[in-house]
C-alpha cells in the first residue's frame, strides 16, 4: 500500500470536495473499486479500451519504455531532482480521486521534482518531454513554484504507450504561472492524467490543454486555492477523429474568499465514432465569498457519426459572490458564415477551414510559446485537410 503524504499542504489539499464522487479522495488504489462504467465519473469512458489501467491488470505488466527529458533554460536556478515516492513533497497539491490515479500513484517508486526559485523571472519555457516507445508506464511530476515567480511549463505528450500519470503544479503566493500540455500521442495510445494545481495567494495559474493523438486520452484538471485572491484560468482545445475518445474533466473548488476562475474548452470533431466528453465541475463552498466564476464548453461537429457529451455543473453554498456562470453548446458549420465567405470569391474548402481556425484562435493565441502553436496550426492544417479529402 502506498504511503500517503503527512505534508499539512497535501492535507488541506485533501478536503476538496468529495460528495461529488462515489469513493473520496485516497492515495490508496485499494479505497477505488473498480469500476463498471455505471458510476457517474465513468459511464462515458470505454472501460474496455484502458488496456487495464481501471482494473489494475496494467500494473502487472509495466515496464513499457518512456523516455522523459527536462530542459530548463540556462541560469535559471531551476533545478531537477529524482527522489522517491514517499518524498514529502510528492502529493501536495492534490490527491487522485479515482482508481487509475490511486494506481499512478501506487505504481511508481520514483517521482520528478522540478522547482523554480521564489521571485525567479524566466523568459524561456520549462519544458518536460514525454515519449513513448511501447508497453505500460505510469508517472508522477511536481512542479513547484516558488513566491512571485513567472514560469511558463510545457509538457510534450508523444509516441506509443499506455500511460496512467499525476501532475502536481503548487503555485507560491503571488507567482504568475502558465502551463501548457500537448497530447500529440500516436493514434494507439493510451493516455489517463490528473493534474493537480495548489494556487498560492494572489497567485495565477492558467493550465491550456491540446489533445490531438490517442486512442483514448483522459484528462482530469483539478484547482483548488491555498489562499484568498487566487485566479485560475483553464483553457482546452480538442480534435477528435473518427474512432478516438478524447475525455477531459475539471473541477474548480472555490474555498478561499474572493478568488477568480474562468473556464474555456472548445473541439472540433470529424470522423465515425469520434467521442468527446467535456464535463466541468465548479464548486463555490460557503466560505468562499467574492467568488467570480464562468465555464463555457463549445464544440463544432465536421461530420456525421461523431458524438459530443457535455456537462457543466456549477454547485453554489453561498450567495456572497460576485458572479457565476457556464454555458455549453455543440453545433454544425453555420451556413451563413460558409455562404459570407464563399460569396467573396473563397472556394468552401478554404472557407470551411477559415471557419475552424477561427473557433479555435482565441484559444492558440492564450498558449503563449510561438514554436508550440505554430506546431498545432499545422496539425490543425492536417486535420482539416483529412476532414475535407
Known sequence: MAEAPTNPVALAAESTVATRMSAPPSFDVADFPVPTGREEEWRFTPLERLRGLHDGSAAATAGGSVKTEVTTPEGSGVTVETVSRDDARVGTAGTPVDRVAAQAFSAVEKATVITVPAETVLTEPVRVSVHGEGGVSFGHTVFRIGAFAEVVLVLDHTGDTVRAANVDFVVGDGAKVTVVSVQDWADTAVHCSQHNALVGRDATFKSVVVTFGGDVVRIHPRVTYAGP?????????????????????????????????????????????????????????????????????????????????????????????????????????????????????????????????????????????????????????????????
Not at 467573396?344 to 510561438?370: C, D, K, S, T, W
Request: charged letters at 25%; hydrophobic letters at 40%.
Open 229 to 389: 485572491g487566487g485566479e485560475a484560468e483553464l483553457y482546452g482545445l480538442y480534435f477528435t477523429d473518427g474512432g478516438q475518445h478524447q475525455e477531459h474533466r475539471l473541477l474548480v473548488d472555490h474555498s478561499a474568499p474572493n478568488c477568480r476562475s474562468n473556464v474555456a474548452y472548445k473541439g472540433a470533431l470529424q470522423g465515425a465514432d469520434a467521442h468527446a466528453v467535456w464535463i466541468g465541475d465548479v464548486v463555490i463552498q460557503a466560505a468562499a465569498t467574492g467568488t467570480d466564476t464562468y465555464e463555457l464548453n463549445r464544440n463544432l461537429v465536421l461530420t456525421d457519426g461523431a458524438r459530443v457529451d457535455s456537462v457543466p455543473n456549477l454547485e453554489i453554498e453561498t450567495g456572497e459572490i460576485a458572479g457565476a456562470g457556464h454555458a455549453s453548446a455543440t453545433g454544425r458549420f453555420e451556413d451563413e458564415q460558409l455562404f459570407y465567405l464563399m460569396a467573396r470569391g473563397i472556394p468552401e474548402e478554404e472557407a470551411r477551414r477559415l471557419v475552424v481556425r477561427g473557433f479555435f484562435a482565441e484559444l492558440i493565441q492564450q498558449i503563449g510559446v510561438p514554436d508550440v502553436e505554430e506546431r498545432l496550426i499545422a496539425k490543425l492544417t492536417a486535420e482539416l485537410e483529412r476532414s475535407i479529402a
